[in-house]
């Protein structure tokens, strides 16, 4: 008998009006990433997505692993469908989670009954069905206050289901239903979980990256690449836009006052990739700032680079402390690619003593020499874009 997946709806089943275009977002984002492990039907009844093995072809256990990071979902459980009349679900109980129920030294059974023809009320089904399992395991006790292990029985529409203890879900929204933002991704620890954070609020992400070829090298592109897939896993597909950055940072060191170098350098990222977001329908950037880590990163130094945009930029890390970062790196699971030891362009031409408390005016005083329209059209058209999925499978 087969298993299928409950996957439970969060925040959207709050959303009044939006609903219906929130669950048919998440029904097609589920879809689209069940792509690559077979055959799958996926459908909404009763704010529950159902995902169901279409064949003994599919890859159960890797799908399972998919739907844990599908943003929009609050709580996910596998279970096995069975008949609704107590014979069934007590056969599919002892079959499906017999094991389990060994294990625990107490357990209870916890009923839902959405389908109220069904002759039993919750109440008397879990009695019913807890009384069973009682005598079939004698060594496991009964407890309805702090059991163990619980099992769950679920008398829906379609069939009952029945399961152990659900798994909680990425949660956020789906993806898609917050428009789309560009992500300015460097090698780092911060900023892939500066895009999971905004992709978890149901946006699009695209990627920037600066490449100072050949002070950074290829192996450090290819771990930005690398990140850029990592995120994708939650977000979706992404391109990944990566602009030549060497002339521009070659201009600065000839021609401008060192302690300005990294503020001048971080204006001319931000105004590149607010042209790069606008040509992809991005409503916003990302950063991976956080208050105080580094000199560019005070509110003055904020200002000053904030100055030459004209969308938000999100900073979704700005207050965290760097374990809470690095925890969630490791939860999402970028950790170990970021800290590989390859240089950023950011650390090229690092002042010696960099200006942490600047104003607008000495900035824009100290950028005279350059032509910052021309370099940045130059830069613009050097771009290369590079298509970043989880999977490489043509088609998804
Ligand atoms: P991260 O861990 O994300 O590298 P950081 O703590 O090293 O961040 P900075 O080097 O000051 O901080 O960079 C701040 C933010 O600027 C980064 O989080 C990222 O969003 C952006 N950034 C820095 N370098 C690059 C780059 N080479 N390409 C694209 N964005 C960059
Ligand atoms: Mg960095």
């Known amino acids: 008998m087969k298993e299928i997946f409950l996957l439970k709806l969060g925040e959207i089943v709050l959303k009044g009006a939006n609903k219906r275009q929130f669950e048919s977002k998440l029904r097609q984002n589920v879809r689209r990433r069940m792509k690559p492990y077979g055959n799958f039907d996926v459908y909404l009844m009763q704010s529950t997505l159902y995902v169901e093995p279409m064949d003994e072809m599919c890859d159960v ?21 069975c008949e609704k009349n107590t014979d069934a679900i007590f056969d599919a109980i002892e079959n499906y989670l017999g094991d389990d129920l060994d294990c625990a030294k107490s357990f209870k059974v916890e009923s839902k009954r959405s ?10 089904l879990s009695q019913e069905i807890g009384g069973r399992l009682a005598e079939a395991h004698p060594d496991v006790m009964v407890d309805v206050h ?12 379609l069939s009952a289901y029945v399961h152990g203890p659900a798994e909680p879900g990425a949660g956020g929204l789906p993806t898609g ?14 900023s892939p979980v500066a895009a999971y954070m905004i992709a978890k609020r149901g946006v699009e992400i695209e990627a ?18 690398e990140l850029a897939r990592l995120v994708t896993r939650y977000s979706g597909r992404m391109t990944l836009n990566i602009v030549s950055f060497t002339e521009i940072q070659e201009a600065i060191r000839d021609n401008c006052p060192e302690e300005f170098f990294t503020l001048i350098m971080r204006r001319f990222m931000m105004e590149i990739s607010q042209r790069i977001a606008k040509q992809h329908g991005c409503g916003a950037l990302i950063t991976g700032e956080n208050l105080g880590q580094v000199a560019s ?13 004209d969308i938000p930029i999100f900073m979704p ?15 999402i699971g970028t950790l170990d690619t970021s800290i590989l030891p390859y240089e950023d362009c950011c650390t090229v031409f690092t002042p010696k003593h960099p200006k942490t408390k600047p104003t607008l005016g000495q900035v824009i005083a100290a950028e005279e ?16 874009k590079i298509t970043v999925k989880y999977h490489d499978e043509p088609g998804l």
Not at 61 to 81: K, M, N, Q, T, Y
Not at 297 to 309: F, K, N, S
Not at 377 to 383: D, N, P, R
């Open 297 to 309: 990163q005070t509110m003055e130094a904020m200002t000053v680079t904030g100055a030459v945009v």
């Open 369 to 384: 020499k350059l032509d910052r329209q021309a370099l940045i059209a130059k830069a613009l058209e050097t771009v290369e």
């Open 317 to 331: 890390l700005v207050g965290m402390d760097k374990e809470e970062i690095v925890t969630i790196a490791r939860k």
């Open 177 to 190: 239903v917050g428009g789309r933002a560009m992500v300015l991704l460097s090698g780092g620890i911060d």
């Open 115 to 124: 389908d109220k023809r069904f002759p039993l009320n919750s109440i008397q």
């Open 61 to 81: 256990d890797g799908a399972w692993e998919a739907c844990r990071s599908i943003f929009g979902v609050v709580s996910l459980c596998r279970c096995r469908p």
């Open 208 to 225: 920037v990256h600066f490449f100072s070829y050949p002070y950074t090298s290829q192996l450090a592109k290819d771990k930005v690449i």
């Open 146 to 157: 702090h059991p163990e292990y619980t099992v769950y029985v679920e008398v829906r529409d």
